[in-house]
């Protein structure tokens, strides 16, 4: 027996789900949590020395920056695609 589809709905045509200006915008977010989380990861690492206290603040900052630049990201292409169905549903 074969199976009935997955989805009944017809196929979204998905243009371009980003643009440069988008890019631009996510990128100073992305630079103002990087200083945001800097200054408050620098009161939390364990050391007395002012060179290691940045150097693991700024890694830290850079990884958390990272996920969230990614979390932007989701939530842009994810918010273009329901606003395209839901355009294209109309």
């Known amino acids: ?3 009935p589809t997955v989805s009944s709905t017809p196929d979204i045509k998905l243009g371009k789900l980003t ?9 100073i ?3 103002g949590f990087f200083v945001f989380m800097f200054s408050l990861l620098k009161s939390h ?5 002012p060179k290691m206290v940045f150097i693991w603040a700024f890694l830290s900052a850079g990884c958390m920056s990272g996920v ?7 939530f842009r292409v ?3 695609a329901q606003r ?6 109309r």
């Open 29 to 31: 977010l992305v630079a």
């Open 68 to 74: 969230f630049w990614l979390a932007i990201q989701m």
């Open 84 to 89: 395209l169905a839901n355009k294209q549903k």
């Open 19 to 27: 643009s440069p200006v988008s890019l631009v915008i996510d990128a």
């Open 1 to 3: 027996m074969s199976s």
């Open 45 to 49: 690492v364990p050391s007395n020395d």
């Open 78 to 80: 994810v918010l273009t």
